[in-house]
Each structure stands twice: as C-alpha cells, then as structure tokens.
C-alpha cells in the first residue's frame, strides 16, 4: 500500500502564477483534506473533499479551490500566488463512508511550494 | 473560538521521561490528537484520546486530558534519540471534521 502520494515535492513558482498541487489517497479511502503549513508553524485547515464535493472550508480565499475526482484524487488550486503562499501543502486521506465515522487520517510527504 | 497552544521547545536527557503540554479553547473538542513530524516529512499520528477519557496509554505513550482545564499531555517514557521530532497538537469536533493544530513543541533528545 502506497500510502498517500503527493505531487509534486517541490515547487518553485513565481507571485502572480497558478499552481497545481495533486494527491491520491490511501487505498480503500473516501475522503480528502488539505492543510497549508507555513515554516514553523502547525497545519492549517483549507478545505475537504468528500463524494466530489467540498464539504468543509477553513478561513482561505477563494484563490484556494479545490477539486475531487471519481477515484478519490484530489487537486489543490492556487490562483494570483503571493509571496506568502510559501509553504508546505499537506494532504490527507480517512475513510468516512456512509456511516459518517472517519477513520484515521493519514497524511502524506507534502508539497513544498516556494513564491518568488 | 479555535486555538491550541504548545509550548514551543523541550529538551530532555536520552533515557528521560518527556512530557509535552497542550492547551485548547473549544470545549465542544471531542477528539483531540498527537502528531510527530520528523524533518521532511508528513504528519504520523501517534495517538488520540476521547473527551470522554482522562487518560490513555500505548507502549511508550500516555496521554492524560484535564476536560475541565482543557490540558492535554503527553508523557513519552524511556525517550530516544530517533524521537526527536515536532510534536503536534490538534483537536477536532468530530472523527471527520478538521483538525486544528497547535504550532508544534520542538523535543530535542541529547544522548
């Protein structure tokens, strides 16, 4: 089992650019999350993706989007970068099913994303 | 509101007990969490306890929750070298709700 991968580890972009980060989940799991963590500090919540939809949003602008797909991948959009979008993008995967009761989440390696 | 808090450093002696605090604001938490994140890597979780527990072990781990205080802890027994890392804090509301971290206690372990 893969675990949750991430792509790509790095990245170097330039303020005003897009990027595009990626994630495929645990095998056997549903449910999509994004955190944004900035040096030194601990993950901060971006959105969650569930049956395609987002279900959850933390306190980010609408340059944050985000994007699930039928096998349970995700993206992480990121419009107009600034230079403080630099940071580590982690993405994590849990099992929440019809029931409604996650399982474990499990996070990946990261993206590090560095604006220029 | 939403907040966590950690101390922001510890160092200990190889073979020491660490204990590693936390404070949260949200009483409604329910779940509340300890990550590890050594350099370059993700988060691994090490252990989580219901609101509903004052305390939890697991091998080297024992995790004990002051509800009333809203203080959690944990207690790494026999500390290693290759358990230094960040630890984390986090609490959430419910088992697939979003976590809120803490910033992270830095453990340095000297040999």
């Known amino acids: 089992d893969a675990g949750v991968t991430q792509s790509p580890t790095h990245l170097i972009k330039t303020r005003g650019q897009q990027v595009t980060l990626r994630c495929s989940p645990k095998?056997?799991?549903?449910?999509v999350s994004w955190y944004q963590q900035a040096l030194g500090q601990g993950p901060q919540f971006i959105f969650q993706y569930y049956e395609e939809e987002e279900r959850q949003r933390g306190n980010f602008p609408d340059r944050f989007s985000g994007h699930q797909f039928p096998n349970y991948s995700s993206e992480l959009n990121v419009n107009a970068l600034l230079l403080g979008d630099s940071a580590l993008y982690l993405c994590a995967s849990s099992l929440v099913g019809p029931v409604r009761v996650s399982t474990e989440a499990f996070f990946g390696q990261g993206t590090r994303l560095t604006v220029v | 509101g939403e907040d966590v808090e950690q101390s922001l450093f510890l160092s200990v002696r190889e073979g020491d007990s660490s204990v590693i605090n936390c404070t949260y604001t949200?009483?409604?938490?329910?779940?509340l969490y300890w990550y590890k994140q050594e350099p370059g890597a993700g988060l691994q979780l090490l252990t989580y306890?219901?609101?509903?527990?004052d305390m939890k072990q697991d091998q080297r781990l024992t995790v004990l929750l002051n509800k009333k205080d809203k203080h959690l802890s944990l207690r790494i027994a026999d500390t290693q070298t290759g358990d230094s890392a960040i630890y984390f804090c986090?609490?959430?509301?419910?088992?697939?709700?979003?976590?809120?971290f803490g910033s992270g206690t830095r453990l340095l372990v000297r040999p």
């Open positions: 986090a609490e959430s509301m419910d088992s697939s709700y979003k976590l809120i």
């Open positions: 949200d009483s409604s938490s329910t779940y």
């Open positions: 095998s056997g799991h549903d449910t």
């Open positions: 306890i219901f609101s509903n527990m």
